[in-house]
C-alpha cells in the first residue's frame, strides 16, 4: 500500500546548527502537509504544498515539495530551543485521506 | 475561542473493560478523526467522519467504535477487544477536502 517514509528518526544538533528532515512517498502525491509536535504535545499544522516543485518558506523554515510529487523536505535554518520537537509530514493519498511519515525528531545538544 | 477539546488528559482502566474517550469541538468542521500514536511511530487513523451520521474505518479500526450523532462530538470507545490499547489517542477536525488538520490535546490511555 501507499507509504511515507521519514528520515532521520533523530537529529541531534547545536543550537544554531540547521536541521532537515525528508520524507519520500512510493507514489505520487496529490499535496503534502507538514506538522509539529512538541514534547508531550498534539501535532501542529504548519503549511500545506501542492503544487510540483513549490517551495514555501516561513522565517527560518523552508518548505520543498518535488518535482515528481512524491517527495518533501523541511529546512530549518539556525535552530533554536523553540525548535525542538518532532516533525511530522503527511502526504494526502487518493481517497482523500493522509498517510504520515513517522516523524524526524529534533534534539539540541546542551 | 476555536478549538478540539478531548478528556480526559490521563486515563487508566482495568483489562478487559470498555472505555470512552469524549471528543468535542466547536470549530463548525464537518469532519473528524480519531489517530492512535505509539512512541516512535507516526500517527495511524482508527475511524474518520465526514458528516454526521456517517464514519468510516480507518487502517487499525479492530477493537474500537465511534459515532457521530452531533456535528461537534465524535466519542471513541476502546473495547475489551483491543488487544494493545495502551496509547495516545489524537482527535482531529477538519473542513473537508485539502486542509490541514486541528488535533485536540489527546487522551493518554493506560490499560493495566
Known amino acids: 500500500g501507499q507509504q511515507v517514509m521519514q528520515i532521520p528518526q533523530y537529529q541531534h544538533v547545536q543550537e544554531g546548527e540547521d536541521f532537515t528532515t525528508y520524507c519520500n512517498s512510493s507514489?505520487?502525491?496529490?499535496?503534502i502537509q507538514w506538522y509539529k509536535q512538541r514534547p508531550g504535545g498534539h501535532p501542529v499544522f504548519l503549511i500545506q504544498?501542492?503544487?510540483s516543485g513549490e517551495v514555501k518558506k516561513q522565517k527560518r523554515l523552508t518548505f520543498q515539495f518535488g518535482e515528481a510529487k512524491k517527495n518533501s523536505s523541511l529546512h530549518i535554518t539556525a535552530t533554536q530551543t523553540t525548535d525542538v520537537g518532532t516533525y511530522f509530514c503527511a502526504g494526502r493519498r487518493s481517497n482523500y485521506q493522509l498517510i504520515w511519515g513517522a516523524g524526524t525528531k529534533l534534539i539540541i545538544k546542551p | 475561542d476555536g478549538g478540539i477539546t478531548q478528556s480526559p488528559k490521563y486515563l487508566f482502566r482495568k483489562e478487559g473493560q470498555n472505555v470512552t474517550l469524549s471528543c468535542e469541538q466547536n470549530?463548525?468542521?464537518?469532519?473528524m478523526y480519531w489517530y492512535r500514536q505509539d512512541p516512535g511511530q507516526g500517527l495511524r487513523l482508527i475511524y474518520y467522519s465526514q458528516i454526521v451520521n456517517d464514519f468510516q474505518k480507518g487502517d487499525i479500526a479492530e477493537g474500537y467504535s465511534v459515532s457521530r450523532e452531533k456535528k461537534e462530538s465524535f466519542p471513541l470507545t476502546v473495547t475489551s477487544a483491543q488487544k494493545n490499547p495502551t496509547a495516545f489517542y489524537l482527535c482531529?477536525?477538519?473542513?473537508?477536502?485539502?486542509?490541514?488538520?486541528?488535533f485536540g490535546s489527546g487522551t493518554r490511555l493506560t490499560v493495566v
Open positions: 504544498l501542492v503544487k
Open positions: 482531529a477536525s477538519s473542513i473537508p477536502g485539502d486542509y490541514g488538520y486541528t
Open positions: 507514489t505520487t502525491l496529490s499535496n
Open positions: 470549530l463548525n468542521h464537518d469532519a
